[in-house]
């Protein structure tokens, strides 16, 4: 796809009638798969206990199962918080523990320190402005608290496509890349590695673990010279598809 389409469909999508319908067909989430939110909760699980804890899940998507069996864990109240209405009020209503928040993405309506537990799956990646984020999970948890995000930090647009283009949206400038992407759902913000670590230790955490998960495909292709554009990223982040990070505040 060339660069002029894909800021056209950057552009095309701020449009109210395509985003609408875009919005309709988007799914984001693994969408109640029964292995998928199992993997999820199992994920948050291994790092941390949620028994009698009080805990808020970030951008959630269609997936209020994570939300429900974290409840059915032990967790004294479940939150979710998300920029996108998706879960239905007929969900909602079957399960009214669930506490369900929409904001815009800026500081999230809650009090300080109200929060044990912080998780997220495949979220922090879509994070116009991360720092931001990072700042409101660290207000929001309480002294010793525990937050746990899977990150992809893959090039959405490729999945199930193309895996030498796993990384392609690091190929671009910053300014190009927004150009063709910001407004859209495949948007990734391309923050690497050691930069999630760096802005969570800016936020006051303390980083716990970080387990990457590298894309050998891709670093094959590097080291029999392709992906030049790889080099300029730091040897810890090249090739790196997923990072799994626990904080501690």
């Excluded at 929409?102 to 998780?119: A, L, N, T």
């Amino acid at each position: 796809m060339s660069i002029i389409t894909e800021i056209a469909k950057n552009y095309l999508i701020k449009i109210p009638a395509i985003k609408s319908i875009a919005r309709r067909q988007h799914v984001t989430g693994v969408n109640q798969s029964d292995q998928g939110v199992r993997e999820i909760v199992d994920l948050y699980l291994k790092h941390t206990d949620v028994a009698g804890k009080e805990v808020i899940e970030l951008g959630p998507g269609h997936t209020w199962g994570v939300a429900s069996l974290i409840k059915q864990a032990g967790a004294a109240s479940v939150s979710i918080i998300d920029i996108e209405k998706y879960i239905p009020d007929s969900v909602l209503k079957e399960h009214d523990y669930l506490n369900y928040t929409i904001y815009s993405g800026g500081q999230m309506p809650f009090e300080s320190e109200k929060f044990d537990r912080v998780f997220s799956y495949t979220v922090y990646e879509h994070l116009r402005h991360p720092e931001t984020t990072i700042r409101e999970t660290y207000r929001i948890l309480r002294k010793g608290g525990v937050a746990v995000h899977m990150i992809d930090l893959g090039d959405h647009r490729y999945y199930g496509i193309d895996p030498a283009k796993h990384f392609d949206c690091l190929r671009y400038s910053r300014k190009t890349w927004d150009l063709m992407s910001r407004n859209r759902s495949v948007y990734v913000n391309r923050v690497q590695r050691s930069e999630w670590r760096k802005l969570h230790e800016e936020a006051g955490f303390t980083v716990v673990k970080e387990e990457p998960l590298i894309q050998e495909y891709t670093r094959t292709l590097f080291e029999n010279g392709g992906l030049n554009y790889l080099s300029r990223l730091k040897p810890e982040d090249r090739f790196v598809c997923n990072l799994m990070i626990v904080v501690r505040k």
